[in-house]
């Protein structure tokens, strides 16, 4: 199979992303959901929907921050689901 990877991101409101695969497959996912759940400095501040949008894809992934704060396995974000 070849390298699955993200080609499109689109900030879908209330801390939630749509997603375009590799494989052309377009899932939504909420991030402020695994947000959330995993309280810590680093992440909460992307509850705050001005600094949740300012995400970017680099190498084929959604990061957010400039040291890639927050970033999650492209297999999940694939299956709509976040750990």
Request: glycine share 6%.
């Amino acid at each position: 199979m070849d390298r699955l990877y993200i080609i499109k991101a689109e900030n879908a409101g209330n801390l939630t992303v749509s997603l375009t695969f590799s494989d052309n497959t377009v899932q939504r996912v909420d991030v402020g959901d695994f947000i959330r759940r995993h309280p810590h400095p680093q992440y909460n501040k992307y509850l705050d929907p001005r600094k949740f949008s300012r995400f970017t894809i680099e190498n084929g992934n959604i990061v957010w921050g400039k040291n890639w704060d927050l970033i999650f396995p492209v297999e999940q974000l694939h299956a709509g689901v976040v750990e």
